[in-house]
């Protein structure tokens, strides 16, 4: 037997010898060790990780937009990061001319369609409710299923102008028209009120920007609590995602619902340029580095970049090291150091332990980080 490709002398996040074959892009084989010939092998040092493709599903990587942009190869596979999902930069009206540009990229590009159909053209986007146009998100949806998985809500003051509710009740009304779909609403300042929003979400929505340190937000600042209703929303089955961007992921927020026992469900960046290139997201890598300290595990913190986000979109060949999956896998390590991490609200931790992707595999294609 040949294969196109073997990961040689690998190491699982718990620590277990791993090597994996790849043909025509997909995982054929996992196993301790497999001895056969390939075209081409990757042959570690035995102290090397390799997990699957990471998976950040909240950027925003359409370089045509002013506010909130990148280049998915910027923040994908340089990064270690095998699969975006871009959070609703566009809408109906422009998610072609993403999806054009996306498919160009070594790195995979999937899109959350803003239910504005515009997107993120201007910061209010669902202050005019005329935007919302149903029949044109069914048909963004129907027109490109390989790479629409999902749609996005911004719920928050800037966004929403007069308009309250409302925004998000149309969204729901979408996403049951279309086999419930997943839903990814944003949070921030109110109005709407974080309980009303949190109210109106159903189990396998994604809520992000989730440790967001706003008055708005789930942590009660007098009690030093999580507040009931957040608790309610987690114990539903709501989603609770990182989406750490610019403004919206808080040290003692995080820290606060960890003692409480609650904890993110996926952990993703809301990277565009800016915050890479001037933080304080920089990058995934970073933004796991993060939960660490935070008190998080290196398995769960896997598992939150590839298992997790790849069921809540519902990836069925993605996530997992499994025969017949895609040929995505990261490849890092883990080693003590010392960096000082900076929240969205410039409060700082110290770091030990410093994570690092050395090689990003993609479709069984390797790139050297
Ligand atoms: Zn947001
Ligand atoms: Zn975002």
């Not at 979408?174 to 779909?181: D, G, K, S, T, Y």
């Not at 960046?269 to 796991?288: F, K, Q, S």
Request: net charge negative; charged share 25%.
């Amino acid at each position: 037997m040949s294969y196109d490709l073997i990961i040689k002398n690998g190491r699982s996040i718990t620590g277990s010898r791993i090597e994996i074959a790849i043909n025509a892009g997909k995982i054929v084989k996992v196993s301790e060790q497999i001895d056969a010939d390939s075209k081409e092998e990757v042959c570690l040092d035995g102290q090397t990780y390799v997990s699957a493709g990471w998976i950040d599903d909240h950027v925003h990587c359409f370089e045509k937009m002013s506010l909130y942009y990148d280049f998915p190869d910027e923040i994908g596979v340089k990064k270690g990061v095998t699969t975006v999902i871009d959070a609703g930069t566009t809408g109906a009206e422009n998610i072609h001319e993403f999806y054009d540009l996306a498919k160009q990229a070594k790195t995979n590009v999937y899109a959350l369609v803003n239910i504005s159909k515009w997107g993120i053209i201007e910061q209010d986007e669902l202050a005019d409710l005329s935007k919302i146009k149903e029949e044109l998100v069914h048909k963004a949806l129907r027109e490109l299923p390989d790479f629409v998985v999902g749609i996005k809500a911004r719920m928050s003051k800037t966004v929403i102008g007069e308009n309250g509710i409302t925004p998000l009740e149309m969204a729901k009304k979408i996403q049951q028209a279309n086999h419930n779909l997943p839903l990814m609403v944003h949070i921030g300042s109110a109005p709407p009120q974080l309980d009303d929003i949190l109210a109106h979400m159903s189990k396998g929505d994604v809520l992000t920007h989730c440790f967001n340190g706003k008055p708005n937000g789930i942590l009660d600042k007098e009690q030093e609590k999580i507040k009931d209703f957040a608790w309610a929303a987690y114990n539903k089955g709501v989603v609770f995602d990182i989406g750490h961007g610019t403004d919206s992921f808080n040290f003692h927020v995080a820290e606060t619902a960890l003692k409480e026992g609650m904890k993110a469900a996926s952990i993703s960046t809301d990277i565009y340029i800016r915050n890479r290139e001037n933080g304080p997201v920089y990058d995934l890598a970073t933004t796991m580095e993060k939960l660490r300290v935070v008190g998080y595990e290196w398995p769960e913190i896997i598992e939150k970049v590839t298992v997790e986000p790849a069921e809540n979109f519902h990836f069925t060949t993605k996530g997992q090291v499994k025969e017949g999956y895609d040929g995505d896998l990261t490849i890092f390590t883990i080693e003590a150091g010392q960096k000082t991490l900076t929240d969205s609200n410039g409060f700082t931790r110290e770091a030990t332990e410093i994570i690092k992707p050395v090689k990003t595999i993609i479709g069984g294609v390797v790139y050297d980080n």
